[in-house]
Every structure is written in structure tokens, then in C-alpha cells.
């Protein structure tokens, strides 16, 4: 089995904080630049005053492959808006300003690759990152990306999916650090009714072979799914629910990047500020994960 990593980042002292208190972790992704980096800033300290234990800033980028079409629309708008990857650093590093909010970049790897691993990872780690999670990167390829980020004090956040053998969540728990990240489904983002009738199977497959915390997303929306996963995981990763929260308030009518004022921006931070709560209400109310045998 392999061992939580002992690297005391924010993210790894939150999920202590966790365990401890026998509580399941929100993590809320949302995409960077969508519709400005401003706004984003905003619904970042919102999020995290709401509850969120761990922000995922997702890193805009034209051909996003295993996202829905909502966080692909928040792709399109972000970098339409002119966001990028040295402008979402710097974005972190005015939140770490006012925050403390464990955050994790979640990117696909080309927007790394054109920095660099060593400027990116130097960046990343200057201007406040915890963490990052390259979705399309593989932990047979991921040799000298966790060599770069481990030395720049940077957790590796990998994927576990359903479809992956017993032997490759070896693999992907020894590649990780902070948590795991574990697919729900097959598929790509977005908001689902239900949770998939064998994820209590995975999730034990998976904490056969790694004592990290372990993330649940892909399809998590309501406060039902927080509540059951209370007894299974150590976190849920709520992503396309949110993403829509700010595209209703901000694009409603048409609104161009022009007339997304200050009110629409407004509404979207209390939109998810209140997603936010309710979820992490039902996680306080949920089954603990200590008190259910899995």
C-alpha cells in the first residue's frame, strides 16, 4: 500500500484537519478567467468563505477533451476574455494576499509544456500553488514533471478512473501526492442525478492500495451524492454545477464580456457561495467515513 506523502502542503494539512474531525472535504473546481480574472479572484475568496476546503482552478484551453460542454463553454469564454496561464499564476498569488484556501492548478499539459516544467513549476510554486493535476498526463510520462514539482514543494495529483486495473492504481497512488482523484464514471464533466450504483466497489479498490485521501468527482452535484459519499470517500470534487452557476449569472441575455458587470458578477459569487454551504452542510450531516465499514 502505498503511503500518504509526508510533503506538508496546505492541501495535505486540510484533509488531516479532515480526517480528524471524521468530515467529508468539498473541493470546488472552477475555470480560471471565466468570464475575467477578476471575477475569478472574487469567486475564489467567495468559495472558500462558503466552506470549500480545496480550490481547483481549472486552466482554460481550446481543445479541453475530457470535459462536458459546460466547462467547455467556461474554456471558450476564458480565453476569449485573454486568460492565461501566467496570468492565472498571478491570480494566485493576489488570492494568497487574502487566503489561505488550499489550491490546485488543474490543466491539461500543453499550457505547461509552453512554460516550461522548471518556470512552471518555479512559478507556480512562488505565487502560492499547493498542487497540480495534469489530466492528460499519464504516470508512465509523469517521470520528470513529479521530479520538477516535488522539488518545488508542489503536490502530484493523478487520476484513478473505473476503467483503471488493480495494478495501474498502483501505479497512480505511488505518482500522487495531496490526494487522489478518482473518476466516478466513464465519460467526461458534468452534472449527473445519480452516482454510479459500484462506486462503493471502486472506492475500496482504491483504499486497498493507497492510505492518500481520495477525491470523488465527475457528476457530483447535489447534497445527496455529498451525503453518501460521506461513507465512502474523504472528498467530493464539485465542478460543472458551479461552472453553470456563474455561466447563468454572467451570460443570461446574451451579455456580452462588456456588460458583465459588477452585479452579475455579484450574483454568480452568491450563486456559488450558496452551492458551496449547502453542500458542505450535507457533508457535516453526511455519514462519516470513520463510522461506515467499507
Given amino acids: ?45 467567495a468559495l472558500a468563505d462558503a466552506g470549500a476546503d480545496v480550490i481547483e482552478l481549472g486552466v482554460p484551453f481550446s481543445d479541453p477533451l475530457a470535459d462536458g460542454p459546460t466547462i467547455q463553454r467556461a474554456s ?23 487566503s489561505q484556501v488550499p489550491l490546485v492548478l488543474f490543466s491539461y499539459y500543453n499550457p505547461v509544456f509552453q512554460m516550461g516544467l522548471e518556470k512552471f513549476a518555479a512559478a507556480a510554486s512562488s505565487a502560492g500553488v499547493d498542487g497540480v493535476l495534469i489530466t492528460d498526463l499519464t504516470p508512465e510520462e509523469s517521470e520528470e514533471y513529479r521530479r520538477i514539482l516535488v522539488a518545488h514543494h508542489l503536490d502530484t495529483i493523478f487520476l484513478g478512473a473505473p476503467t483503471s486495473t488493480d495494478e495501474r492504481l498502483v501505479k497512480i497512488a505511488a505518482c500522487s501526492s495531496g490526494f ?19 462506486l462503493p466497489t471502486l472506492v475500496r479498490r482504491v483504499r486497498r492500495v493507497t492510505e492518500l485521501p481520495i477525491a470523488v468527482g465527475f457528476g457530483i452535484s447535489l447534497p445527496g451524492h455529498v451525503s453518501v459519499l460521506g461513507g465512502l470517500a474523504d472528498a467530493a470534487v464539485v465542478g460543472s454545477a458551479l461552472v453553470s452557476e456563474i455561466e447563468k449569472a454572467t451570460t443570461s441575455g446574451g451579455a456580452s464580456s462588456n ?36
Fill in 1 to 45: 500500500m502505498t503511503a500518504a506523502n509526508s510533503n506538508p502542503t496546505r492541501i495535505s494539512r486540510r484533509f488531516a484537519e479532515l480526517r480528524a474531525a471524521g468530515e467529508l472535504g468539498i473541493v470546488a473546481f472552477i475555470t480560471a478567467g471565466d468570464p475575467s480574472l477578476d471575477a475569478t479572484h472574487r469567486f475564489v475568496l
Fill in 76 to 98: 471558450e469564454r476564458a480565453l476569449k476574455a485573454g486568460a492565461t496561464l501566467a496570468g492565472i499564476l498571478d491570480l494566485v498569488k493576489q488570492v494568497r494576499e487574502v
Fill in 180 to 198: 487522489l482523484y478518482l473518476i466516478s464514471r466513464t465519460g467526461v464533466t458534468g452534472a449527473k442525478d445519480a452516482l454510479p450504483d459500484d
Fill in 259 to 294: 456588460t458583465t458587470s459588477a452585479s452579475s458578477i455579484n450574483a454568480a459569487a452568491a450563486a456559488l457561495a450558496e452551492r458551496v454551504r449547502s453542500l458542505k452542510e450535507a457533508a457535516r450531516r453526511g455519514l462519516s467515513r470513520r463510522e461506515v465499514a467499507i
